[in-house]
């Protein structure tokens, strides 16, 4: 009997030297305060109950867990300990969505960013206007705080790499999860890609902990809905 011919693997994005410094990265800002005290209003300061909800969010907590190699999608030989805001490194790739993101599935997370701050209030704001197309209510106000970052690395770049134009489909993210899970499992730095909701913008999912270097706090904005799906924005 002949065996079948393994299919073909798929042609790859080229690797690009990346040497990119205050990438941005826009968080909820809540997140971006002392991480661990958030729990600490809620305890009245009651050290007793304070150590109660420091368990029961330890028990939850996917970064702790991930930070402890008790996450099926990343070890923690892979994250990063003792350097400055460590934590919301982490965070990135143990908090993933249960759908995933453009470039990762729901089991493993990766560090998105965007080459300046409007393209990643412009990536913000869509998403934040899809979750509130399907409530059918614009209204709401969030602050966002920008964490800056450095890369110095080399990325597969999709930056008019035609076979992966699939990847860019602004309504779904088979191809580019599909994509990703290829590049991941061959040891992958990460991806260059241009932004879907600012075409002349450009993003980096980079899918390792140890490349997001020197990460510290940038500007803060404020993001408005005022029963329109475009948000105005004002620095805070």
Same mark, same amino acid.
């Given at each position: 009997?002949?065996? +079948? *011919?393994?299919?073909?693997?798929?042609?790859?994005?080229?690797?690009?030297?990346?040497?990119?410094? *205050?990438?941005?990265?826009?968080?909820?800002? %809540?997140?971006?305060?002392?991480?661990?005290?958030? +729990?600490?209003?809620?305890?009245?300061?009651?050290?007793?109950?304070?150590? /109660?909800?420091?368990?029961?969010?330890?028990?939850?907590?996917? %970064?702790?867990?991930?930070?402890?190699?008790?996450?099926?999608?990343?070890?923690?030989? #892979?994250?990063?300990?003792?350097?400055?805001?460590?934590?919301?490194?982490?965070?990135?790739?143990?908090?993933?969505?249960?759908?995933?993101?453009?470039?990762? /599935?729901?089991?493993?997370?990766?560090?998105?960013?965007?080459?300046?701050?409007?393209?990643?209030?412009?990536?913000?704001?869509?998403?934040?206007?899809? #979750?509130?197309?399907?409530?059918?209510?614009?209204?709401?106000?969030?602050?966002?705080?920008?964490?800056?970052?450095?890369? =110095?690395?080399?990325?597969?770049?999709?930056?008019?790499?035609?076979?992966?134009?699939?990847?860019? *489909?602004?309504?779904?993210?088979?191809?580019?999860?599909?994509?990703?899970?290829?590049?991941? #499992?061959? @040891?992958?730095?990460?991806?260059?890609?241009?932004?879907?909701?600012?075409?002349? @913008? =450009?993003?980096?999912?980079?899918?390792?902990?140890?490349?997001?270097?020197?990460?510290?706090?940038?500007?803060?904005?404020?993001?408005?809905?005022? @029963?329109?799906?475009?948000?105005?924005?004002?620095?805070?």
């Amino acid at each position: 009997m002949k065996l +079948l *011919d393994k299919p073909a693997s798929r042609a790859l994005p080229p690797v690009t030297p990346l040497r990119q410094f *205050d990438t941005c990265r826009l968080i909820p800002s %809540r997140f971006a305060e002392a991480e661990d005290s958030v +729990l600490a209003p809620l305890a009245g300061g009651d050290d007793g109950v304070l150590r /109660d909800l420091f368990d029961l969010d330890n028990a939850t907590n996917d %970064r702790l867990r991930g930070e402890s190699g008790l996450l099926p999608g990343i070890g923690m030989d #892979e994250l990063v300990f003792g350097v400055p805001n460590f934590r919301m490194i982490n965070a990135a790739y143990t908090y993933a969505r249960p759908e995933g993101s453009r470039f990762n /599935d729901g089991a493993r997370g990766a560090w998105y960013c965007a080459f300046d701050a409007a393209t990643a209030l412009a990536e913000i704001g869509f998403h934040k206007a899809v #979750e509130y197309q399907e409530i059918g209510r614009f209204e709401d106000s969030v602050s966002y705080q920008c964490l800056l970052a450095d890369f =110095t690395a080399g990325f597969h770049d999709l930056r008019g790499f035609a076979p992966a134009r699939a990847c860019l *489909d602004p309504r779904s993210y088979v191809a580019s999860q599909g994509l990703a899970a290829e590049l991941l #499992e061959a @040891g992958s730095m990460g991806v260059i890609y241009p932004s879907v909701r600012r075409p002349e @913008g =450009t993003n980096l999912a980079c899918f390792r902990p140890a490349l997001v270097g020197n990460v510290r706090k940038g500007p803060a904005y404020r993001l408005t809905w005022a @029963g329109s799906p475009i948000p105005g924005i004002e620095p805070i």
